[in-house]
């Protein structure tokens, strides 16, 4: 019996990381649909649960993908509407990589210490990563405060984390490299989840804040978010902090991503999401 992994990306051209990701975790072939909404999900719901016997179901999965995190967030809820009984498959959802992404990096910070009452700030933590950073960071102990460049969008996201988490998240509005600079004074650990390519802090800003002690940035694309980091940086001492970045904890996001696409196809119903995926990437590292 193939593994299919049934890729539902929100995006109308669906991601091809995704999809090697998906072979390389072990589908034996990915069927990819873009523009997927809670609107038209019903009928590949359908396809997914009533084609396959109740033994042979694991060999069949869903991955939920995409650029935009409340949407793919809104898609799994269409979904799992559309599952009863015994008739469902198991499930991921890691729109733009975030529950991966930011599973990896925050195990790294919390690896060997308790991130417990650390004050955390995350800066560009609207998109995806930086949403799923602060989710897990706050998960974690850590009193969270997410940058946007536009108020009424950051305390949206805030809000939005509140009501599906339960967790509070400070929401700061910072357009500028002096707003952020400001941001993260008083900080113990720092993130930078901001857009590919965009500068969001100089090394002048961090290298001085006397209570740093974790800095991170997700941003592979030159030049990085945080001057002054390298891209493989993996708890190496700058400044009086231990650095990570981008491919420093990237490795662990492949790795895990493969992963949980593999333990998609142990059991029929699983929803993977922002704690199993995190609780994976701690153990995975021993955190
Ligand atoms: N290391 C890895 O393994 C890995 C994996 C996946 C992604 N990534 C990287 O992780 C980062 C976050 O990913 P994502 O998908 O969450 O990013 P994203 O949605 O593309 O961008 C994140 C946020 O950056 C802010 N932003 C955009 N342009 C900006 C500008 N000119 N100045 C300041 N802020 C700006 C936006 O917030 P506002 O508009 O609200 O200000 C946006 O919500 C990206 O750099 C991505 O390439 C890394």
């Not at 069927?31 to 042979?56: C, H, M, Q, W």
Request: proline share 3%; charged share 20%; net charge negative.
């Amino acid at each position: 019996m193939k593994k299919l992994l049934v890729q539902l990306d929100t995006d109308v051209q669906p991601s091809l990381f995704d999809a090697v990701v998906a072979y390389d975790g072990g589908a034996d072939h990915v069927v990819s649909y873009g523009a997927v909404t809670p609107d038209n999900v019903a009928a590949l719901v359908e396809g997914a649960i009533f084609t396959r016997g109740p033994k042979d179901k694991k060999n069949t999965a869903l991955f939920v993908g995409g650029s935009h995190l409340a949407a793919g967030e809104a898609l799994v809820q269409a979904i799992q509407q559309r599952f009863f009984g015994n008739f469902r498959v198991s499930l991921m959802l890691d729109s733009n990589g975030a529950n991966t992404t930011a599973a990896a990096c925050v195990a790294w910070l919390a690896k060997g210490r308790s991130l417990q009452g650390y004050k955390a700030v995350v800066l560009g933590g609207t998109g995806p990563v930086g949403q799923r950073v602060a989710v897990m960071l706050s998960q974690a102990g850590a009193s969270v405060t997410l940058t946007g460049r536009q108020r009424d969008r950051t305390e949206q996201v805030c809000h939005a984390i509140q009501s599906r988490f339960g967790l509070m998240v400070q929401a700061l509005a910072a357009p500028t490299l002096e707003d952020r600079g400001e941001a993260v004074r008083g900080a113990q650990v720092v993130v930078s989840t901001g857009a590919a390519g965009v500068s969001m802090l100089t090394e002048t800003q961090w290298s001085e804040l006397d209570e740093l002690e974790l800095i991170a940035d997700a941003n592979a694309s030159p030049p990085l978010g945080i001057e002054g980091l390298d891209m493989m940086d993996k708890a190496t001492l700058r400044h009086g902090a231990l650095a990570f970045g981008p491919l420093g904890f990237g490795a662990l996001k492949l790795a895990l991503h493969r992963e949980c696409i593999a333990q998609l196809f142990e059991s029929h119903d699983q929803v993977l999401d922002a704690r199993e995926i995190f609780e994976r990437a701690c153990q995975k590292l021993g955190a």
